[in-house]
């Protein structure tokens, strides 16, 4: 998922620096980057399956359990309520939750490659 | 007459704040460094500024009162294609540098081949795009002063061709932000001051209930613009320019047009021809077995939206605005939030109607229900203001959308086909410029035209069509093109013909057979997005891996992966100072 010293000892064990492979895009410097490309693409799937988990399964389960429309909350149906309130700050906790950390493994990258 | 001067104030507010604007911008680069200045807040809400059109501000309410709960999916589409983009392409696409999708496909693919299929495919979605944006205008108009449905689509269209031609409104930060917040007052305040006033919402019999819409306590007049054909749902006896008429339940009349039609309290409401009448249990179901919220409609309506954000063809220029890929994604994340808030309110305003102008079942008018709702719920000097506040926060939304996909739009034929057609090599920066301001001025008649032909198609099913065309041709070339190096040229030209011809022709035959929504095929006519992205990602795909395995792609990985500060990529300055000495595409230079 990350990349860290784990994932580096398993590399050859490199004369130069990564940040010169990368600049020479370099055989090297191209597994450096793989890795991140590939966890970053990983955290992104990650955050799609949890969003489809809620979202995605929503108008089935509406549809298959139309008496959650019976259910009334306040003189309005259970499922307007369940339309209009918890799905906007789940996208914002998905999304908030995403960018941390893909942030993270950016930055993991940034350490690997300075040092 | 409050609302008109409303209208006109938020119209010059926008012009002159853009005029002024544009003189702190002498340059491209001018521009963009100021703007990476700028914090992410500011920049979320310009982003949420150009994109809430009159889709979001109209038609949601319009297409829910009409509809149902069903509509409320479009709005959570909406925002959830902002996580889409954040999720696969925020970050890479800033970290790229490319100002325009057809820039993006260029460089991606190391194809200036490809120049054209992207710019042709940014004419349809723009086209698309901009014409419900003037259908808006047109009905705001005619609901507001009683103008003939042209004039507000000429109006509209003239005065964004002309200040986008002349060079107000140039994307600047600072004018989008502002334009995000008066849509979020106009459409927020009203709503709030309404549900204060009825004390919550009122008549749930006919909301959530057993019963249909029926006229208020003290009857309803009605007088319709022309001749229309009406459904009875239920027996009636209404009077038509004084004469009393009889029909029994399920009876289609044709009314008469601009004649006054009286119908007595608690009479069920008549429908115009294609609005289904429904009890308040069936209205406020989201998802039932038929028609429009049938599961295949909205599950495809929902990959439309979702895929689709990216692939809107003013959305990705500011992006560009984020100093780096890092505040490229904390700028989505509030982008989120923003438009979270925004979409609170539409909803509003349907259920409102619903209960307190079924008048408008009976026009078919329901794509004007923001701005009918306030004066004739509330009479008097209230819901006039109220009126007139919506009627601004309409007028913001059709500006800021159409001049974002204006700029865009006459960006490409500027840049990109004109100079094809006549196969001319590099011109200077006053030609650019006047051939920039040309193409503003003609881009505008196709859509206008077309907006006058497509008066009775709502705005949410027009939106919902620029979408599932994005959705079926550049969102698979982004997905494919940041995360797999094996992407050719050849592939990605033919998965999005394939997308975009699919969308179109579903869409096309879909509005020939005219109403198809009650079979399978009929919606995926009607919204054929759940066919049409599977077929161009399916493409994209079979064609790259039969094609040669030679292109790694690395240098393009690590523009679009690589984290900025480590002294790997050009800084951006040198991609400016690029961009200036060649020509820049955005600002029509």
Known sequence: MSVGDGDRDRLPAPLRSPRQELADSTAHGEVYLRRLRHAQLQLSLLALVAFGAVFGVLPLALYLLPALGRLHLLGVPLTIWIMLVPLSPLFIAIGWLYARRADALDAAFRDLVEK | ?589
């Open chain 2, 1 to 589: 007459m409050i609302a008109l001067a409303a209208i006109g104030a938020v119209t010059l507010g926008t012009l002159g704040l853009g005029a002024w604007g544009v003189r702190f911008a002498r340059t491209t680069s001018d521009l963009l460094v100021a703007s990476r200045s700028v914090t992410p807040w500011w920049n979320a809400a310009a982003i949420s500024g150009e994109y809430l059109s009159a889709a979001s501000f109209l038609g949601i309410a319009g297409l829910e009162l009409k509809l149902g709960a069903s509509a409320l999916w479009q709005s959570l589409g909406f925002t959830a294609g902002y996580l889409a983009l954040l999720l696969f392409v925020a970050a890479p696409l800033r970290r790229f540098g490319s100002y325009t999708i057809p820039d993006f496909v260029e460089a991606r693919l190391r194809s200036p081949a490809m120049r054209p299929l992207a710019s042709a495919i940014v004419l349809l979605i723009g086209g698309f795009y901009l014409l419900p944006q003037l259908k808006g205008a047109g009905i705001a108009l005619q609901a507001v002063t009683g103008a003939p449905y042209w004039t507000g689509v000429v109006i509209v269209a003239v005065i964004v061709a002309v200040n986008v031609a002349i060079g107000g409104m140039r994307g600047i930060t600072y004018v989008q932000a502002f334009q995000f917040w008066i849509k979020v007052f106009a459409i927020s305040v009203p709503a709030c001051v309404l549900l204060i006033h009825f004390g919550g919402l009122p008549d749930r019999v006919a909301l959530f209930g057993r019963r249909l819409p029926t006229a208020a306590a003290r009857g309803v007049v009605v007088r319709l613009p022309g001749a229309e054909r009406v459904q009875f749902p239920a027996a009636a006896r209404i009077t038509v320019g004084g004469r009393v008429l009889s029909v029994s339940a399920g009876a289609r009349r044709t009314l008469p047009g601009g004649v006054d039609i009286r119908i007595p309290a608690a009479t069920v409401m008549p429908v115009a021809e294609g609005t289904p009448a429904q009890t308040g249990a069936q209205w406020s179901r989201p998802v039932s077995g038929s028609g429009a919220s049938s599961p295949l409609l909205v599950y495809s309506l929902l990959v439309a939206t979702f895929l689709g954000t990216m692939g809107l063809p003013h959305i990705l220029v500011r992006f560009y605005t984020n100093p780096d890929g890092h505040a490229a994604r904390r700028t989505t994340v509030r982008v989120l939030t923003l438009l979270g808030l925004f979409y609170a309110f539409p909803a509003v305003y349907g259920a409102l109607g619903r209960a307190l102008t079924p008048q408008l079942y009976l026009t078919g008018q329901t794509d004007t229900v923001v701005l009918t709702l306030p004066r004739a719920a509330w009479p008097g000097t209230v819901g006039t203001l109220l009126g007139a506040v919506t009627a601004a926060g309409a007028f913001a939304a059709f500006l800021s959308t159409s001049s974002g996909l204006l700029v865009s739009l006459a960006g490409t034929i500027s840049h990109d086909v004109w100079p094809r057609l006549r196969r001319e090599p590099p011109t200077s920066v006053a030609v650019r410029r006047r051939r920039f301001r040309a193409a503003a001025l003609t881009a505008m008649i196709i859509p206008a035209l077309l907006a006058l032909l497509a008066g009775s198609i709502d705005i949410s099913i027009l939106v919902g069509w620029a979408f599932a065309i994005a959705a079926s041709t550049f969102c698979p070339m982004f997905l494919l093109g940041v995360w797999w190096t094996r992407l050719s040229a050849r592939g990605a030209g033919a998965g999005m013909i394939v997308g975009a011809l699919i969308a179109t022709a579903a869409i096309l035959t879909g509005l020939a057979l005219g109403d198809p929504e009650t079979t399978v095929a009929g919606a995926l006519l009607a919204q054929p997005a759940l066919v049409s992205v599977p077929a161009a990602f399916a493409v994209m795909i079979a064609v790259s891996l039969r094609g040669s395995a030679t292109t790694a792609a690395s240098a393009e990985m690590l523009a679009l992966h690589a984290p900025e500060g480590l002294g790997l990529r050009l800084a951006d300055d040198d991609l400016d100072a690029a961009r200036d000495r060649g020509d820049s595409v955005i600002t029509g230079r």
